[in-house]
Each structure stands twice: as structure tokens, then as C-alpha cells.
């Protein structure tokens, strides 16, 4: 496979761009190896600088659920393009964008359009505190809510104690207010409300984990720690960044038939581009400004071409949903990996989302990647790279499939991959 395009690329970038990556990911430290540059993705297959052709289980880690230059959506752009990039003030697709959002989650009333998951989260941890008056998150152990400094924190000398950092230029006074439980302990979760009840604003879940492995929680396990939530007074914030539109148009929300405080959507309701949502009810968003004095603002936020793309890809989500199918096909693809490709590895699956462990998972979370585990990925990675098929370069990032996935397609790739594994 010839990747000398990339390497060029990659060796100028690291002279302007620090490690060379807008992104750490992207660096490919963790597969051992640089990173490939892409010029253009069509359906379920990336093409690198190189003209090499990849079939993609990235996703741009999950956007991309109808694949990549979807015809509506690639309309849609070109379409306002002509009209607008962006305005910074009032237009109408912003409105059209909230009534679709709305539409799947009938319990929550106002939404609030941003750019990216971590600022969706920011936003929606401020408004929890002003809603509340209270000053601390609990947050679990494993769960990634972005690089917000409040949350760029890990549990201290034990489990439901204060955090701290996890990033350098995070000051400890910053994390102070972030309290840290194990997602997978009731006992963990009592012991924080116990200890901060009174100060816990909100508990913010991610209720399908999926950024450091994938982790399917019971019902009956969400329900009690949305319980302990109501009973300390605190606010329930589901992020559903990546699982939002991706496990069912209600999202895990609506899988798990619970009602959160608050909703943070991102990924697929850009349908590609930088976009993503606060949504609430309206006892917590008449808070937001300019109703209330929670003060969020953003000159690109709802931008014209973002929410173009995303109306684009709700419509076509409302119009044909593609949830059982994304099932069906991922379950197999799964089954078959393991069956066919990688029989020592154990995987999960919720959906369309997939994760591959090469260390057997216990149920615990979140699970251990230790060193040999990351070796075993990245072989494997690098193989699967050289024979055309293109995974998350993380072993603690998980997969998906989308609608040009097709029955052939996923066939194509379990053949590829059994032929780098000989």
C-alpha cells in the first residue's frame, strides 16, 4: 500500500500544526503508525491522498449514518451554499432544525443550537448550575463528555471523591466541582449523593458509553440513578453526543423509555458538519439567555450550511428510519467478525455501534486496555488497514455501520479481513 502522499503531508503539517493533528487521535499514536491523509469519501468507502480505497467503519466517529456524500445532503449544501455560508442572526432552517430535534424528543420543549458535543455539554452543565443554584456534576468514571476544563477530570484517591485533572492547564480549583462515581456501582453512585447530595446540580450520563469501549447499561440500572438523581434535587443530563439519532430517532432516551433534564446531541444532527444541541425542558432553557441569566452565545452557532445538512439527514432518518435494519446488519457483521475473523476477541454492540476488545470484557466498566490489549489492536488495525478496511486507529474507540453498508459490503470486508488474518 503506498502512502507516500500522507507521509509528505503529515511530515509538513508537523512543522505548523502541533504532533501535526487538529485532533490527538488523528495522530495514529496508538496503532503505531502515521496517519492517512483522506481526499474523499463515497458511501461506505474512503479514499485516501494515494488513491488508496478504504471501507470505512470510522464514520467520522459516527456522524455519517446515511455514509459518506449522501445525495439529500450533498443537495442540501450546494443548495444553501449559493444562498449563504453564514449569517450570524436569525434564519429559518435554524427553526426547521429544532421542530425535527423536538419531534424525537416530545418531552423536552427549547432547544439551543451549537457547534461542537463539548460545547453542547458545557452549555448544558451551566444552565443545570443556574437552574439549580447547586455548584458540582457528578459525572461517571469512563464516560467522555468532552475537553471542557470542568470535565476533563478523573476519580482522585478513591472512587465518589472530588476529582482531579486529567490535563495539564486544568486547574484542581476548576475539577474541585466535578465529583467522580463508577457508572457500574449503585454503591459508588450512593455513596457520592450521600456525601454531596445537597451540592450536585446535575448527574450528567452518557447512557451508552461509547468512548472508552461500549457499554450496554440495563434499564433497571439507569432508572435507579436517575432515582437517586430526583431524590437529591440534582438535574439529569444525558449526552448523547454519539448515540443521539444513532440507536433510535429518541436516541437511548427514548430506547430506554427515560425522560433527562437535559439532552446533548451532536454528530449525526450535522449530518457531517460542525453542529450540535442543547435541548431541555422549559423549566431549565427559560434559564439560557436571553429569557434567563445563563449567559451562552455563538456567532456560527445554527449556521446555515450545518443546519441545512442536518435537516437533510433528520428528514431522511423520519421519512425511512433505518434503525431495525442498522440492527440486523450490524448484529451479523458482529457475530461473523468474531466468528470468522477474530475468535479469541470478545465484542459489544448496541445498534449500529460496535466495539472489538481484544481482552475478554468482565461487564465491568469501564473495561481495562492495557498494554498488550493495545498491541493486539494495533496489529490488527494495521492489517485490516492493508487490506482495504478502515477502523476507528484507537482501540478504546468503538465502530459503525450506516445504510451504505450493504449486505455485499460487509461481506466484501469480512472476506478482506480473513485474508490479512492468514
Known amino acids: 500500500m503506498n502512502t507516500s502522499k500522507s507521509q509528505a503531508l503529515f511530515d509538513k503539517a508537523k ?57 439529500a445532503i ?109 457508572f457500574d456501582s449503585i454503591e459508588s453512585i450512593e455513596k457520592a449523593f450521600k456525601q454531596y447530595g445537597q451540592e450536585i446540580a446535575a448527574v450528567i450520563i452518557e447512557p451508552i458509553p461509547a468512548n472508552e469501549g461500549l457499554w450496554v447499561p440495563l434499564q433497571a440500572h439507569l432508572e435507579e440513578i436517575c432515582m ?10 444525558f449526552d448523547e453526543v454519539i448515540s443521539g439519532f444513532r440507536v433510535g430517532l429518541g436516541g437511548a432516551a427514548g430506547f430506554f423509555n427515560l425522560k433527562p433534564d437535559l439532552v446533548t446531541l451532536g454528530k449525526i444532527i450535522g449530518g457531517g458538519l460542525p453542529l450540535a444541541a442543547c435541548v431541555g425542558t422549559e423549566r431549565v432553557m427559560s434559564q439560557v439567555a436571553p429569557l434567563g441569566p445563563v449567559y451562552q452565545a455563538g456567532t ?12 437533510a439527514v433528520l428528514t431522511e432518518l423520519f421519512s425511512k428510519p433505518p434503525y431495525e435494519i442498522l440492527e440486523k446488519r450490524t448484529k451479523k457483521f458482529v457475530s461473523r467478525l468474531k466468528e470468522e475473523v477474530l475468535p479469541s476477541w470478545d465484542f459489544a454492540q448496541m445498534g449500529s455501534i460496535f466495539w472489538m476488545s481484544p481482552a475478554k470484557l468482565t461487564g465491568a466498566f469501564p473495561p481495562v486496555v492495557n498494554d498488550e490489549t493495545k498491541q ?47
Open 74 to 182: 450533498c443537495a442540501a449544501l450546494i443548495e444553501q451554499a449559493g444562498k449563504a455560508t453564514t449569517f450570524g442572526a436569525c434564519h429559518e432552517k435554524e427553526v426547521k432544525l429544532a421542530e425535527l430535534i423536538l419531534k424525537a424528543f416530545p418531552y423536552l420543549s427549547h432547544v439551543r443550537l451549537l457547534n461542537s458535543g463539548t460545547e453542547a455539554v458545557m452549555t448544558a452543565v451551566r444552565i443545570a448550575r443556574g437552574a439549580t443554584g447547586r455548584p458540582k456534576i457528578l459525572k461517571f468514571e469512563g464516560c467522555y463528555h468532552g475537553h471542557s476544563d470542568g470535565l476533563l477530570a478523573k476519580s482522585g484517591s478513591g472512587v465518589a471523591e472530588l476529582a482531579e485533572s486529567s490535563s495539564k492547564g486544568v486547574p484542581d480549583s476548576i475539577v474541585k466541582e466535578t465529583v467522580i462515581a463508577r
Open 228 to 237: 437517586l438523581a430526583r431524590l437529591h434535587g440534582s438535574l439529569i443530563i
Open 300 to 311: 456560527l452557532s445554527g449556521n446555515p450550511l450545518a443546519t441545512a445538512a442536518g435537516i
Open 376 to 422: 493486539s489492536y494495533a496489529q490488527f488495525f494495521r492489517a485490516a488497514l492493508e487490506a482495504g478496511v478502515y477502523f476507528a486507529p484507537s482501540p478504546f474507540e468503538v465502530g459503525f455501520v450506516s445504510t451504505a453498508h450493504t449486505d455485499d459490503v460487509l461481506d466484501e470486508t469480512i472476506n478482506k479481513l480473513k485474508k490479512c488474518q492468514r
Open 15 to 71: 512543522k505548523m500544526i502541533p504532533g501535526g493533528v487538529n485532533s490527538p487521535v488523528r495522530a495514529f499514536k496508538y496503532v503505531g503508525r502515521d496517519p492517512i491523509y483522506f481526499d474523499r469519501g463515497q458511501g461506505p468507502i474512503l479514499y485516501d491522498v494515494d488513491g488508496n480505497s478504504y471501507i470505512d467503519f470510522c464514520a467520522s466517529f459516527g456522524p455519517l449514518i446515511l455514509g459518506h456524500s449522501h445525495p
